[in-house]
């Protein structure tokens, strides 16, 4: 019985880290999830879909009880994901909440509770009366996910140091604290980062996510004191583009494309200026190299785009809209085949994956051509394959795993024939 208790506990942890790790919510908002699945949508009673703008997808509601910055608790919603219109799938904050609903209904029954989460006050054992059952509280929910973590992610094998770590041995206390020393903000903090490394563009939309009053708040509370986005660093761009240079001056990273090479001629000042010193203090110095020359990297999953010469940029050329005003790609026109032949283009081991698939995709659509003695019709996509190829090759990886891959699907599809 006391096995099963606990993994009770740990299946509710779990799915607590789910909810806030996807949705961003606070602890105490998490408390006050209600409890209930709509019997016509089945979904969880606090969620709800609305449509987007354009029709075109369904956006996840979730509303709970919030008292953040308010003397008296109100209802606040919070996305949960999204889908195109017509698909079933459903976002994983929400599969937890419905797991935490069917989980915990036996013990909300007995206390008469009408709050999606619970917790025992007994030492031992499962609920078998109302006495045994209590409010869940943050600090209950904390405690639970620092247990989580000690019980069931192992952190013995982690390195002294983080494959970009800004400072020294900054995984040391993680492994040796297996892990209590994490806080269940960081899980906001995550999301916050994660959304702006998909585009610095959407701050405002963080601050609406977290029910931010100011801008400030947000960007000082949840990006400049996060420890991979210190205080000299204004954005995750910024952030980036340093650590794309420091790994380059330490020979940690290798990269491609025409702006990858110019950078690599260029690369000998930063290793004078950060030779000799300690990790913070070289991070310190390539933030003050990369503010000094204005450099700041723009994203996509196919590689980076530094604009140091904006006339030169492809994409603008493509769309006609080429200037010297230019700070940022046309994003209309931007798309890996424009941006591999364009002087401002650079990738490194991060964009190995979209490199992977683009060569095995076109590699296997240009053979079966050649089966069915047509290749000269795919001559663009037998181009596509050998430039794949040459960047991956470019930046340290062989496609003798990827030919595999392609072998095995060309084998399907003689099958299937």
């Not at 996305?79 to 915990?104: F, Y």
């Not at 899980?187 to 601050?207: E, G, N, T």
């Amino acid at each position: 019985m006391q096995q099963v208790r606990l993994l009770v506990q740990a299946l509710r942890d779990a799915a607590v880290i789910v909810v806030q790790s996807t949705g961003g919510m606070r602890i105490g908002e998490i408390c006050g999830l209600p409890a209930g699945v709509d019997p016509e949508t089945r979904l969880p009673s606090c969620v709800r879909i609305e449509q987007s703008a354009t029709g075109l997808n369904e956006i996840f509601i979730c509303r709970t009880l919030s008292a953040k910055t308010e003397e008296t608790p109100r209802n606040q919603d919070w996305v949960l994901g999204m889908r195109p219109k017509g698909s079933t799938e459903l976002p994983l904050a929400v599969h937890a909440l419905l797991v935490l609903d069917r989980l915990l209904a036996p013990y909300r029954a007995l206390s008469g509770s009408d709050r999606l989460l619970v917790s025992f006050s007994a030492e031992q054992g499962l609920p078998k009366s109302l006495e045994a059952v209590a409010p869940v509280t943050g600090e209950s929910l904390r405690r639970g996910i620092r247990r989580f973590i000690s019980d069931w992610v192992d952190l013995s094998t982690l390195t002294d140091e983080s494959a970009h770590k800004l400072e020294d041995n900054d995984l040391v206390p993680w492994r040796e604290s297996k892990g209590q020393i994490i806080k269940t903000h960081m899980f906001r903090k995550m999301w916050a980062s994660f959304a702006l490394s998909v585009d610095p563009r959407l701050l405002p939309v963080i601050q609406m996510q977290f029910h931010h009053l100011s801008q400030a708040m947000t960007d000082g509370g949840y990006i400049g004191r996060n420890r991979l986005q210190v205080a000299p660093l204004s954005t995750v761009r910024a952030q980036q583009t340093g650590l794309l240079l420091y790994e380059m001056a330490l020979g940690k990273s290798l990269v491609a494309g025409r702006m990858g090479e110019q950078i690599e001629q260029h690369i000998d000042e930063l290793r004078e200026r950060i030779e000799g010193k300690t990790t913070a203090e070289a991070w310190t110095e390539t933030v003050q190299f990369i503010n000094d020359y204005d450099l700041r990297l723009w994203f996509a999953p196919h590689g980076k785009c530094l604009p140091l010469v904006p006339i030169a940029m492809r994409c603008h050329e493509v769309a006609g809209t080429t200037s010297w005003l230019n700070r940022e790609p046309n994003y209309a026109t931007r798309d890996p085949s424009v941006c591999a032949g364009c002087s401002c283009f650079v990738l490194d081991a991060r964009h190995k994956g979209f490199w992977d698939d683009r060569y095995i995709q076109n590699w296997v659509s240009y053979r079966h051509a050649e089966r069915l003695g047509i290749p000269g019709e795919f001559r663009v996509i037998r181009e596509r394959a050998y430039q794949a190829k040459a960047l991956l090759s470019r930046i340290g990886f062989d496609t003798a795993s990827l030919d595999d891959q392609v072998e095995a699907k060309l084998k399907v599809m003689r099958d299937a024939a």
